[in-house]
């Protein structure tokens, strides 16, 4: 009975039958949990959260890594945009000596962070926005795209000014920690102003996951391909691109 209802469900194979079940009979906007690959993940359900959180737990969506550097790898990945946790904790599964900081701006979506990421103890979670300087204020706004797609880019058309948000310099986090050796940026336009003004930085950093939202900020995509025109460059699915110092692979 169980497999007839829910076969041909796209989660299927990564939650099971009866967290399928679970989730189909829940209400909106409700969280609950799901297990995906050993990992409690709380999501709500009927947002993008089960979808992101398969994607990369279970899909490995961001396989490519595990070549880049060995299983002992002990660096310090950065989480921009961190949004639930779970490519923190895909990070941590895939290199579980590495130091890992999570960084997100919306409230709900780093309750939901901490949540996920309480039992591990190599993810720290900051409730802030990256940005490249602190001379203005940040505010999140809700551009009607769904909880993944807060962003601290004003005046976009249809978007709902939600509150003021704490914000973190990219300088910073160089600054407090030791060298950062993949980050991953997803902030909704907000990668306009780190390519912009944090270029020097970032060309230190051997690995760039980055989603560009030209959609949003005009031009993003022609700065990021100026800067990392002396690197290796991945397309990778939709919006989502892999940069690499050639360095990293002598």
């Not at 939650?15 to 990992?39: A, C, D």
């Not at 130091?99 to 709900?108: K, L, M, W």
């Not at 920690?177 to 944090?198: P, V």
């Not at 980055?210 to 939709?238: A, N, Q």
Request: aromatic fraction near 10%.
């Amino acid at each position: 009975m169980i497999r007839k209802i829910c076969r041909g469900y796209t989660n299927l194979r990564a939650i099971g039958y009866l967290s399928v079940l679970k989730y189909l009979t829940t209400n909106q906007n409700l969280i609950l949990s799901v297990t995906i690959k050993n990992h409690k993940i709380y999501i709500r359900k009927g947002t993008s959260d089960l979808t992101v959180a398969v994607s990369c737990l279970f899909k490995n969506e961001f396989e490519t890594l595990k070549y880049l550097y060995p299983k002992s790898f002990n660096g310090l990945i950065v989480d921009a945009g961190a949004y639930i946790g779970t490519f923190s904790l895909a990070m941590n599964d895939m290199f579980p000596n590495a130091e890992i900081i999570a960084i997100e701006p919306s409230n709900d979506n780093f309750d939901l962070l901490n949540k996920n990421t309480a039992q591990n103890k190599k993810i720290k979670n900051i409730n802030s926005a990256l940005v490249s300087n602190n001379l203005e204020e940040k505010f999140l706004s809700d551009p009607q795209t769904g909880v993944w797609g807060y962003t601290t880019i004003k005046d976009i058309p249809d978007s709902k000014v939600m509150y003021k948000v704490q914000t973190i310099q990219l300088s910073e986090i160089v600054n407090s920690y030791k060298r950062i050796s993949i980050l991953k940026i997803d902030i909704e336009g907000g990668e306009y102003e780190i390519l912009k003004n944090n270029s020097e930085i970032l060309k230190q950093i051997p690995v760039i996951i980055i989603e560009l939202h030209e959609r949003i900020v005009k031009d993003v995509e022609k700065l990021f391909f100026e800067f990392t025109k002396d690197r290796i460059l991945i397309k990778d699915s939709g919006e989502k691109y892999l940069s690499i110092d050639k360095d990293l692979l002598n």
